[in-house]
C-alpha cells in the first residue's frame, strides 16, 4: 500500500541537540516531497521541499531514495522550533497531483 | 493578499444540527483542498475542488458532508446532522491554477465541537 509514514507522535528534546523528524514513505516512482509545519496557534505552511535542496531556519531534509525517507533534521534544536511537522510526498494520482500528510510529529524543544 | 481565510473560527454545534464551514481561497486560487485533523492525530484528506467541479471526494464521509466550490463566493464545507465524532479541526488550503496542488496555502483552521 501507498502511504507515508512518520514513526515518532513525539520528540522530545533539550535546547542545543540535535534533531532528526523520521519521514519514510512508499510511493512508487521519485514522488517530490515537502516539510511542512504548524506553529502553535498559526497556519500550516511549507517548510522545505527536497528538489530545491535549501535550508530554512537551519533545517536540511535529504532524500534518500535506496531507503525511501526523508528524514528532517537540524543539528542544535532551538526552543522556538517547538511544533507540528508534516512530511508531505507529492503523488500522482487520479489525474492530478495530490500531498498526502503523515500524521506528524510534534516537536518538543525544553530549555 | 490576505491570505486563505476560513470562517467562523470556532463552532459549536448540537448533535443533529448542520455546520457549515466556508474557505475563501487566496486571490486567483482557484483550486481548494479540504482536509480534517481530529484530536492527537494528523491531516486527513477530504476533499479537492476547482471552481465549479469536485475533483477528488475520496476522503469524504459517504453521508452528511458535502462540499461545494461556486464560480461566485467561498468554498463551503457542509456537514448535515453532526455527530460528536465530527468534532475536529478543519482545514481548507488553495493553491494556484498552474502548480499542480504542490504548494498549497492554509487557512487558520474552524475547530468545531459537537456537544
Known amino acids: 500500500a501507498q502511504r507515508v509514514t512518520q514513526p515518532e507522535k513525539l520528540l522530545s528534546v533539550f535546547k542545543g541537540a540535535p534533531v532528526e523528524l523520521k519521514c519514510n514513505y512508499s510511493y512508487s516512482g521519485s514522488p517530490e516531497l515537502f516539510w511542512y509545519v504548524q506553529y502553535s496557534r498559526q497556519r500550516l505552511q511549507l517548510l522545505l521541499r527536497?528538489?530545491s535542496r535549501e535550508s530554512i531556519k537551519g533545517f536540511t531534509a535529504d532524500l534518500n531514495k535506496g531507503e525511501t525517507s526523508f528524514h528532517l533534521k537540524k543539528p542544535f534544536a532551538q526552543e522556538e522550533d517547538s511544533a507540528m511537522y508534516y512530511c508531505a510526498p507529492k503523488i500522482f494520482s487520479g489525474g492530478y497531483n495530490k500531498l498526502i500528510f503523515g500524521a506528524g510529529t510534534r516537536l518538543a524543544v525544553h530549555p | 493578499n490576505a491570505g486563505v481565510m476560513q470562517n467562523p473560527r470556532h463552532l459549536v454545534r448540537r448533535r443533529g444540527q448542520e455546520a457549515r464551514l466556508r474557505c475563501s481561497p487566496m486571490?486567483?486560487?482557484?483550486?481548494v483542498y479540504w482536509y480534517r485533523q481530529l484530536p492527537e492525530e494528523g491531516l486527513k484528506f477530504m476533499v479537492y475542488l476547482q471552481k465549479e467541479n469536485i475533483i477528488d471526494e475520496s476522503g469524504m464521509p459517504k453521508e452528511r458532508f458535502s462540499a461545494e466550490f461556486p464560480k461566485e463566493g467561498p468554498s463551503i464545507l457542509r456537514i448535515q446532522q453532526v455527530v460528536r465524532g465530527d468534532s475536529a479541526a478543519y482545514f481548507c488550503?488553495?493553491?494556484?491554477?498552474?502548480?499542480?496542488?504542490?504548494?498549497?496555502?492554509f487557512g487558520p483552521g474552524t475547530r468545531l465541537l459537537v456537544l
Open positions: 486571490k486567483g486560487h482557484s483550486h
Open positions: 527536497h528538489i
Open positions: 488550503a488553495s493553491s494556484p491554477p498552474d502548480r499542480g496542488g504542490e504548494t498549497q496555502y
